[in-house]
């Protein structure tokens, strides 16, 4: 039997959990496949927000209070180590450089 690799997320914001949260939204047949898909949104989150914040600590704040929690598990809902907080904290820096410099950050 062929191992399923499951994405799910939840909203950081969302204190209220309801029958929505959390929600599967994506399937792989592989961990590469899994993290690179949630690497790709985590992206996308992390320079949307970026352009409004100064500094590193501001934005992964905001991440942390606003953003899209991401995590992985098999078919057996086993959870897989990967942390969506551990990837901001890592990458804010870059994504913040990138809003500044290419004209993105708020004035």
């Known amino acids: 039997m062929k191992q399923k690799i499951e994405v799910w997320c939840e909203d950081n914001y969302d204190y209220m959990k309801d ?7 994506a399937e792989f047949s592989s961990n590469k496949e899994a993290l690179d898909y949630i690497y790709n949104k985590l ?4 320079l949307k927000i970026a352009k409004n914040f100064e500094s590193v600590e ?45 004209g993105l950050a708020e004035k």
């Open 58 to 102: 501001d934005l992964i704040r905001a991440y942390k209070f606003g953003g899209t929690n991401y995590y992985i598990q098999d078919s057996t809902n086993e959870p897989i180590g990967f942390s969506s907080w551990d990837y901001v904290e890592k990458n804010a820096k870059k994504y913040l450089k990138i809003a500044k410099s290419s």
């Open 19 to 25: 029958k929505n949260y959390p929600a599967k939204v």
């Open 43 to 46: 992206d996308e989150q992390l």
